[in-house]
Structures are given as C-alpha cells and as structure tokens.
C-alpha cells in the first residue's frame, strides 16, 4: 500500500500562485504515474495533470501553459506549480498514485486532499 502526503494549498487571490506538493511512502515496486485531480463543490473529481515514469506529462486543457508538474529524481515526491491562478481553479486537490505492489497487479492510491482557494 501506497500513502500519499500532500501540502501546499491555501488561500490566493486571482492572479497568484501555489506550489503543491504529494510524497509518496510504503511498498511499492515501482510508481507508474502520478497526478493531481480537483474537485469542486457539486462536481466530479477531474484530472488536472499526471505524469508517468517515464516523464510524460499531459494537462488538462484549461491548466495548459499555467500549471507545471514535476517531480524528484527518486520518482516519489511530485509536483504541482500553479500559476496565473483563476477563482476557476477553486477546488480540494486531490494526489494520485498508479502503482506496482510487489507480486500483485497494479493499485491506485489517493491523498487526503488539499484545499485550493482563489479569490477575485
């Protein structure tokens, strides 16, 4: 079982920006993506970006050009650098892990979700 910690939300007023972050701890074989996905009130939980082992990201297209993810060299820790932050992008972010567990089929973790707030 993967655990994942996340941190970095807050509050921000439009324009701003936040740098969230998700580690990621337990036993695993290897991590084959990781991403972050929101949720608004009254919505459905949608990915916001993800990026595989390999380094291949892909956004969700009303982030594109103003969110960044990353991550570290040891794969665990990713990132997730807001910019130009719109009271659109209000919602609790929520991290994701796809991975590998020794000797079982791959498994899917979720952080506790952070609360990003933007204000006009």
């Known amino acids: 079982q993967v655990q994942l910690v996340e941190s970095g939300g807050g509050k921000v007023q439009a324009g701003g920006s936040l740098r969230l972050s998700c580690a990621a701890s337990?036993?695993?074989?290897?991590?084959?993506?990781m991403g972050w996905y929101r949720q608004a009130p009254g919505k459905q939980r949608d990915m916001v970006a993800r990026i595989t082992s390999r380094g291949s990201t892909n956004y969700v297209d009303t982030v594109k050009g103003r969110f960044t993810i990353s991550r570290d060299n040891a794969q665990s820790t990713v990132f997730l650098q807001m910019n130009s932050l719109k009271p659109e992008d209000t919602a609790v972010y929520y991290c994701?892990?796809?991975?590998?567990?020794?000797?079982?089929?791959?498994?899917?973790?979720w952080g506790q979700g952070t609360q990003v707030t933007v204000s006009s």
């Open positions: 337990g036993s695993y074989v290897n991590i084959i993506a």
């Open positions: 994701n892990a796809k991975y590998h567990p020794p000797f079982d089929r791959p498994h899917e973790s």
